[in-house]
């Protein structure tokens, strides 16, 4: 497949379509803001940093696919991402969580994406750094211990390839895990845990954990020797050696380029912080403050996080909220012109419900079939059967609050609740899951409005 940051916009909606059913609109939009964050670092002018990134707000109810485009999306680019629900910087009453950690959380997402990036990049040389290391505490001995099976006319040379090709037998004899359960010794560095609290303020703790990670950090790692197997030491010293091996200084440059030119920032609930009907009393004093404390950083600013500072320039910012009680245009007029693009997700019906049931790469049934395949126990879903499904979480939303997708989740587990329960007795067969089998376990309770209410 063609690289993953070169794809083009229809290249990327095929892969958005591998996980989530319609909502083609939203789709395009993203795929578009994508190409163009590809297209701008192409462009070789001082244009290039005139360029920003075109915020999108996703309109849509709950359920229907707004989170996992933005989590698809970011994954399609290999891009740091941040998922941030708008209403948490409300919760203190007037005086909510700092939204600059918003930033600081996505450089330290982008710091774990290029060390792991790194990680696998040095993991061969670490894997045979450690088959070293192992070789030699399981034999210490080295010259000595093999001079004693030598005769006292051998040769130099002739003990040098005798101990290389005992060396490489016992290579291949540990590669093979058949000296995974002998002991060794090994040594390995913790570092002295910071024990106190801080008492301060509420939403103190991303200070918090910064300052106990600074005292970690200063104070000496403690040494010490522990006896275990070759299996575990392996695990242990292929770790060691990769962090050894890796330049943590690149990995912070890079890490910080890659969150400023190819960050993602997804803010959930978006419509919790409008202001409703123009009013500006109570609780939408709060609202309207988070959104002028967001606006600087969709605007573009300077933050510092612990790996230096970041500038907010070029991240793409997408927003989203069911709006149900309010409009996009309740938001601050400033606001509403940094997300330009706004596109609305439709409703999921009983056909796109069976569809999500069938189609995407990881969807529901497939899972259950997997889950219920450790016990030997063979699910079998009919067409019927997926319909039949499909048909009754659409009447439930339709009856109840409409969650979307994710009643879905509500609907099967009930389904399958018995034969969850007792897989361990099933193995060997097959449950068939076809219309009769639905209506059999699930035809009362969606009848009955009251109970279907606080069991669906």
Known sequence: MQDRKELTPKQIVTELDRYIIAQEDAKKAVAVALRNRWRRLRVEHEIKEEITPKNI?????????KTEIARRLAKLANAPFIKVEASKFTEVGYVGRDVESIIRDLVESSHNLIKQEEIEKVKKKAEARA???????????????????????TDGEALRELRSKTREKMRRMLK???????LVEIETSRPVAAHFEIFGPPMMGDMENQFKEMISNVLPKAKERKKVEVKEAKKILVKNAQEDLIDFESVTKIALKRAEQSGIVFIDEIDKICAKDGQSKGPDVSREGVQRDLLPLVEGCTVNTKYGPIKTDHILFIASGAFHISSPSDLMPEFQGRFPIRVELKSLSAEH???????????LIKQYQALLATEQVTLSFTDDGIDEIAGLTAEVNSKNENIGARRLHTVLEKLLEEVSFSADELGGQTITVNRDYVRDKLKDIVADQDLSKFIL
């Open 176 to 182: 093979a895990g058949k000296l995974d359960d002998r």
């Open 353 to 363: 419900f069976a569809r999500i049931l069938k189609e995407p790469e990881n969807a």
């Open 57 to 65: 707000i996703m309109i849509g109810p709950t359920g229907v696919g």
């Open 131 to 153: 088959e070293d290391m192992i070789l030699e505490l399981l034999y210490p001995g080295g010259d000595d211990e093999l001079s004693d099976i030598v005769t006292v006319n």
